[in-house]
């Protein structure tokens, strides 16, 4: 296949815009930091973020390229189907139940970022160490969503993925060390209209698709066989247990992240913040209809009458790749160049959030708190900046072994869901609790997730929980471990708290031995 110069030209234009946004950005947030923390201003906007800003910075950031790809990916897949597409229901309701439990006690407080409340109730030095999962989990992701731009860009224009991942870095580090939320709220909104304009609206890909020869009624195909299984799919009943761990843990687990708290603490007030949670939910739900109508369409599709040919894309093993394979194959060229446009926008608009995200917690909760306590704001700001352009540059690094940065990025988004996310909910809601029973937490919550093994990175289980079964040499586990998992470090939590205040309180340990 040539060089798509259109596609590329298009493209180009697509990466200049949003530079000249976050350029444009990072200026007015200049203007408007007369008289404010610089620091602030960076990382929470200032708090004087508009709910319509507000709202688009949101829902573009958890509608991002694995968002739309994967949700295209799951229906097209014979094995999973539309009733495994968990993620769209999953993060709505994360914002809701975000917005109705955890906004307003985050927001009253004026935190900055999620580990205050952390720090302040545990201690610098748990804070430390629950710093770390979300922080292997921004730069993961980053690097993931890299990766995936640079494989859809090789699809449709022919180019090598590793310039696409090198000039996509580029913008996004740029960008964001100029102008922090500011350039990233902005720009949010820039790369969402145009996901909406180009994959979303009824007059430009999805008719296209639907329409194509090639193609079979996906009314039909949702409860017949076809060219492959029904893309309804199913649940059996020995694969329920997985399905519930993995819709709690979308939910439960999306909560705890920076990237959700930054845009709720930027808010002006407690009540804009949960109005911007609420409605992002619906607007991250309704962005995924057109990748499972274009999952529906590939599942649909007998590929041997496209130039694509067979095997189809399943055999090749690009599955992954569906949805720029039907905007190549079934769309005309001009359509495909579109659909190309809100992949890379999906993905910038998650990019920059994990960016912003590592380098806020790293210059807040550890320069400015652990390292530097005497540090000016402005040394802050530069730590920020550096502490981006390295996250920025490792992730880019890291984007080139795409073949394991998905499995290394959910491993570690586990590992978030099973320590950071009780140890949030005792920091916010059960005050009493204290570092002893944090420490105790965390330990207890590592070691039964590293335990529990993970079968994408051949890591074997040593803990094997009821229903574990070896399935093609690879162990799989059925039982829902992950909020077993959480569950218990939570209830060790509370537990160990209460016993260290105890014996304390009634000196049947020496006061002296209370560090904490």
């Known amino acids: 296949m040539a060089l798509n110069i259109p596609g590329l030209v298009s493209l180009s234009v697509f990466f200049m815009l949003t530079l000249a946004t976050g350029i444009w950005a990072s200026w007015k947030s200049k203007k408007d930091q007369q008289n404010r923390n610089p620091t602030e201003m960076a990382i929470v906007g200032g708090r ?29 897949l014979p094995s999973k189907g539309l009733l495994w597409v968990q993620a769209p229901v999953g993060f709505a309701l994360s914002l809701v139940i975000g917005g109705f439990f955890f906004v307003n006690p ?61 000039v996509s870095a580029c913008t996004v580090i740029l960008y964001t060390l100029l102008g922090g939320l500011y350039s990233v709220a902005y720009t949010d909104v820039i790369q969402l209209v145009f996901i909406t304009l180009s994959l979303a609206s009824p007059w430009v890909c999805i008719p296209f698709a639907l329409v194509n ?10 409860t017949h066989q076809s060219y492959q299984d029904p893309w309804i799919g199913k649940i059996e009943k020995q694969y329920l247990g997985r399905w519930l761990d993995d819709f709690f843990y979308l939910v439960l687990g999306s909560i ?52 694509y040919g067979l095997p189809s894309p399943l055999e090749r093993g690009e599955s992954a790749m569906i949805l720029p394979l039907v905007l190549h194959y079934l769309c005309p060229a001009y359509i495909s160049i579109a659909g ?78 099973a320590l950071l996310f009780p140890q949030l909910c005792c920091a916010l809601f059960i005050p009493s609790t204290n570092t002893y029973g944090s420490a105790a937490g965390f330990l207890v919550g590592l070691l039964l997730r590293l335990l529990a093994g993970e079968p994408a990175l051949s890591i074997p289980p040593v803990i094997c929980y009821p229903a574990c079964s070896l399935v093609n040499g690879t162990y799989s586990q059925l039982f829902p471990f992950k909020i077993f998992t959480m569950l218990l470090t939570l209830g060790t939590i509370i537990a160990v708290s209460y016993l260290a205040a105890v014996l304390f309180q009634r000196n049947v340990l020496p006061r002296r031995w209370d560090v904490c």
Not at 126 to 152: K, N, Q, Y
Not at 213 to 222: K, L, N, Q, W
Not at 273 to 290: E, H, N, T, V, W
Not at 398 to 412: E, N, P, T, V
């Open 48 to 76: 004087n973020i508009n709910v319509f800003i507000g709202l688009f910075t949101a829902t573009a950031t958890w509608v991002g390229g694995a968002y739309i790809n994967g949700t295209a990916e799951i229906v097209y």
């Open 106 to 166: 985050m927001r009253s407080k004026n935190y900055v970022t999620v580990m205050d409340p952390l720090q302040e109730t545990y201690g610098n030095v748990m804070g430390s160490l629950l710093f770390i999962p979300p922080l292997l989990g921004e730069v993961f992701w980053f690097a993931a969503i890299l990766a995936s731009l640079g494989a859809t860009m090789r699809v449709i224009l022919d180019i090598g993925g590793s310039l696409a991942i090198i």
């Open 256 to 307: 705890p992240w920076q990237t959700y708290f930054q845009r709720v603490l930027s808010a002006a007030s407690p009540g804009q913040a949960r109005l911007i949670s609420y409605l992002s939910g619906l607007g991250c739900f309704s962005m995924a209809i057109p990748s499972v109508l274009i999952g529906a369409v590939a599942a649909s599709t007998d590929w041997n009458q496209t130039s």
């Open 213 to 222: 020869s090639a193609t079979e009624s996906i009314y039909y195909t949702a």
């Open 340 to 417: 190309l446009g809100a992949i890379a926008a999906a993905t910038m608009s998650s990019a920059d959030s994990a960016l912003l995200s590592a380098g806020s917690m790293f210059a807040h909760n550890i320069y400015r708190k652990i390292l530097r306590k005497k540090a000016t704001e402005m040394e802050v700001l530069w730590a920020m900046r550096t502490s981006m352009l390295v996250f920025g540059a490792g992730a880019a690094g890291l984007a080139f072994y795409s073949s394991s940065i998905y499995d290394l990025w959910f491993l570690s988004g586990e590992l978030v869901y």
